[in-house]
């Protein structure tokens, strides 16, 4: 497990955080960008620890999230379930033959309606 933050600010608390989630293999892999710029991008394992691990990651986030998930399977649909559930997220799913890469999912869910 492991996410590497780009920037050494956290972005301010009203900023929203748009995150791309994306399942590859054996991996879960996220990026998050903020204010039009990547700032952490890691992985974790696709597996119950891993979501966990996941889980935690997002729930550091004091500012409003915006996740875009790339739907390739139920394990991915289940996924996109798991983080979405705590109230004021937003959660996009997106098919995985447009956007596979989690940077680019980021980038979606930055310019997602």
């Known amino acids: 497990m492991s996410i590497t933050r780009q920037e050494e600010e956290p972005p301010a608390s009203n900023d929203k955080v748009c995150i791309g989630i994306a399942l590859v293999g054996e991996d879960i892999r996220v990026a998050t960008r903020t204010d039009g710029r990547e700032i952490a ?20 986030w004091q ?35 447009t956007h596979s890469a989690a940077s680019d999912l980021a980038r979606y869910a930055e310019r997602a309606i």
Do not use: K, M, N
């Open 41 to 60: 991008q890691g992985s974790f394992p696709a597996s119950p620890l891993g979501t966990a691990a996941l889980l935690c990651y997002l729930a550091d």
């Open 63 to 97: 500012a409003p999230l915006r996740l875009a998930v790339a739907t390739a399977g139920a394990a991915a649909i289940g996924l996109a379930l798991a983080v979405g559930a705590p109230h004021g997220r937003e959660v996009f799913l997106v098919s995985a033959q």
